[in-house]
C-alpha cells in the first residue's frame, strides 16, 4: 500500500478530457503503489470542483464497493464524448494551421 507524498503535483480534473486525466492518474497511482480503490479515490476526490461533485453526489453519498472505478465511469461517461460527437469533431475539416501533417493525422486519430 503506497500514499502520495505531500510534494506530488496533482493536475485538476480536466473536464474537456477525462479519460486522458485517468490516465494520467492511473499513471501517478502506479508509481506511488496505490492499489485499493478507496485511496484512489480519496486523491481524486479533492481536485474536483463543486459542479463536478454535483454529478457525482450520489456516489460520493453511498460509496459501497470499488468507489474509484464508479466515479470513474461516471465522469467519464457525463463529460466524455460519444461516439457521434468524435465523429463530428473527425469531419468538422480540420486544417493545417501551424501543424505539420503528421501532427494534424495524430490529432484526427486521437479524435477518432
Known amino acids: 500500500m503506497g500514499c502520495l507524498s505531500p510534494a506530488a503535483k496533482l493536475p485538476p480534473f480536466w473536464k474537456d478530457r477525462p479519460a486522458l486525466w485517468f490516465v494520467q492518474m492511473e499513471s501517478l497511482f502506479r508509481r506511488h503503489r496505490i492499489r485499493k480503490s478507496l485511496s484512489k479515490f480519496d486523491v481524486i476526490l479533492p481536485m474536483l470542483e463543486a459542479d463536478t461533485l454535483t454529478q457525482v ?14 466515479l470513474k465511469d461516471r465522469l467519464i461517461t457525463v463529460y466524455g464524448d460519444n461516439q457521434n460527437q468524435r465523429i463530428r469533431k473527425l469531419l468538422e475539416g480540420k486544417r493545417l494551421g501551424g501543424l505539420k501533417p503528421f501532427q494534424l493525422l495524430r490529432q484526427m486519430k486521437q479524435t477518432a
Open 57 to 70: 453526489s450520489d456516489i460520493l453519498y453511498n460509496l459501497g464497493e470499488e468507489p474509484y472505478e464508479k
